[in-house]
């Protein structure tokens, strides 16, 4: 069994930055593909990006690429966030979730574990 805790969220003005982190405990995430997935009042889930049990491979949606970067560091059981440029239309919920994959995936329905989320509004 893997517990995700997601972190780092927040109230932010369009421009600005924000980090988040997901934890993880009871198993290291060091097995496992991690992504970032998102979802607005109203609106379906929505992949962000992922990255691979290694962290050398990353993976983002068109909306996020080039602001958004994804890392881990696999001796502290942690994945991030970081979150540039951002945009009144990135306010959502985020979630960090876990797949036996190597790769992560842009399917939710492959991944196994999930965080409860970390809510980030972007004010204009």
């Known amino acids: 069994q893997v517990q995700l805790v997601e972190s780092g969220g927040g109230l932010v003005q369009a421009g600005g930055s924000l980090r988040l982190s997901c934890a993880a405990s009871g198993r290291t995430v060091s097995w496992s593909g991690m992504g970032w997935f998102r979802q607005a009042p109203g609106k379906e889930r929505e992949f962000v990006g992922r990255?691979?049990?290694?962290?050398?491979?990353?993976y983002y949606a068109d909306s996020v690429k080039g602001r958004f970067i994804i890392s881990r560091d696999n001796a502290k059981n942690t994945v991030y966030l970081q979150m540039n440029s951002l945009k009144p239309e990135d306010t959502a919920v985020y979630y960090c979730?876990?797949?036996?994959?190597?790769?992560?995936?842009?399917?939710?329905?492959?991944?196994?574990?999930w965080g409860q989320g970390t809510q980030v509004t972007v004010s204009s």
């Open positions: 990255i691979s049990r290694s962290g050398f491979s990353t």
């Open positions: 979730a876990a797949t036996p994959g190597t790769y992560g995936s842009s399917r939710a329905a492959e991944y196994e574990y």
